[in-house]
């Protein structure tokens, strides 16, 4: 059974952290989507089996006339990088090449840039946003008017929080507010079956994010050092910021204690998770206005049976039940970081009881599996019955 041809659409470099991608496709395909991608970025190993196309960077000749409307873009529309024509060209005839049904183009960022292919193809498709495309980037005036087109030109749109998907409002008619939906990617739920490896013996709390100023690395390491518990914290992640942590540690004295291991893979990363204690997010709205979207490191570590703590900043308040599967604290607190801190490393029946909720929870809300089916449901809606603009 093939319930319709899905081209799922990409110009981000799929790292480490944005797995998910390849993540959603490969659920929707096991529910009889027929999927396959097209990337703008290099090839990524992550799809190296999959069904997919890469669209060529090779650099274009840009005539004067080009250069006159780029130019003009710039001012008008300063941080709306949308294609150029002959790019456009290309961008298309990919995806008529492919066929599709329906196309799933993930980032708001993305659909800004092909916003004219994908009116003048007349296929429906839906745009997913993540987090910093709606957030950060809405700084610019220039790519709010460039947004609300997508949001008007969509037919529907994905929000990965309960909290993205109230930015989105912010940005759109709202007459288009009957297209919003709450969908995550969700995580592989198929890598998380088993989750008994023997954990450290020295308690440790573990982090898992890019070293940026949204990851609020530097508040974990404040208040692991005031909270001075006989504990050692695990940052996994590389970023700008990491020279900047290397020389808070030193500063604090934490040098024996705080660990920066730098970029893992997912195996790896999958381990430290499990031999650690606790998962520690300490995010907050960044100096540039990005915001977490959502928090897949929470979900993932909670389904390796993992209880949480994580700030209430953007949708990570949503990754956690509070008291149940973790504890959440007030954004940029520290002091209030240091008592959750405390509450975990003491309390091992407590850890034992969340342990057991996070794991059950997140399956039951965050797998890929279950987003998958909640989007199947919108896509197969969406090619059976009439599309609204």
Request: with cysteine; hydrophobic share 40%; aromatic share 8%.
């Amino acid at each position: 059974m093939n319930l319709g041809k899905l081209l799922i659409i990409s110009e981000e470099e799929i790292k480490l952290t944005e797995s998910f991608i390849s993540t959603q496709g490969s659920a929707l395909k096991s529910m009889y989507w027929d999927v396959s991608y097209l990337l703008g970025t290099n090839d990524s190993a992550l799809f190296k089996k999959e069904n997919h196309v890469r669209l060529s960077r090779r650099p274009l000749p840009i005539g004067i006339v080009n250069r006159v409307v780029k130019f003009i873009r710039s001012l008008l529309l300063k941080d709306v990088n949308q294609a150029l024509p002959e790019e456009l060209k290309r961008w298309k005839n990919k995806i008529v090449e492919n066929s599709p049904d329906l196309i799933l183009v993930q980032f708001a960022s993305t659909a800004i840039r092909i916003l004219p292919v994908l009116e003048d193809l007349k296929i429906p498709w839906v745009v997913q946003c993540h987090g910093y495309d709606v957030t950060q980037r809405c700084s610019n005036l220039g790519y709010r008017l460039a947004l609300r087109q997508v949001f008007r030109k969509s037919n529907l749109i994905f929000g990965c929080s309960n909290f993205l998907c109230s930015v989105i409002k912010k940005y759109c008619a709202s007459k288009d507010y009957h297209k919003i939906r709450v969908i995550s990617p969700g995580f592989d739920e198929s890598i998380f079956q088993n989750s008994n490896l023997e954990k450290n013996r020295e308690f440790t709390f573990i982090s898992v994010a890019r070293l940026t100023d949204v990851k609020g690395h530097d508040l974990t390491i404040e208040a692991f050092s005031k909270a001075d518990l006989k504990a050692k914290l695990l940052i996994v992640g590389e970023g700008e910021e990491h020279e900047s942590l290397q020389a808070l540690i030193k500063d604090l004295k934490q040098e024996d204690r705080i660990f920066l291991l730098g970029s893992k893979n997912l195996d790896e990363v999958f381990q430290i998770i499990q031999e650690s204690q606790v998962f520690i997010q300490s995010s907050r709205r960044s100096k540039s206005g990005a915001i977490e979207g959502l928090g897949l490191s929470s979900l993932e570590s909670q389904a390796l049976g993992l209880p949480v703590i994580v700030s209430n900043s953007g949708g990570l308040g949503e990754t956690c039940i509070n008291g149940q599967t973790g504890l959440i604290y007030q954004e940029g607190d520290v002091d209030e970081l240091v008592l959750c801190m405390k509450k975990m490393f003491e309390n091992i029946q407590m850890r034992t009881s969340m342990s057991k909720e996070a794991r059950t929870w997140s399956f039951e809300n965050f797998s890929s599996a279950s987003q998958a089916r909640k989007a199947g449901k919108y896509f197969s809606d969406l090619l059976g019955g009439s599309n609204e603009e």
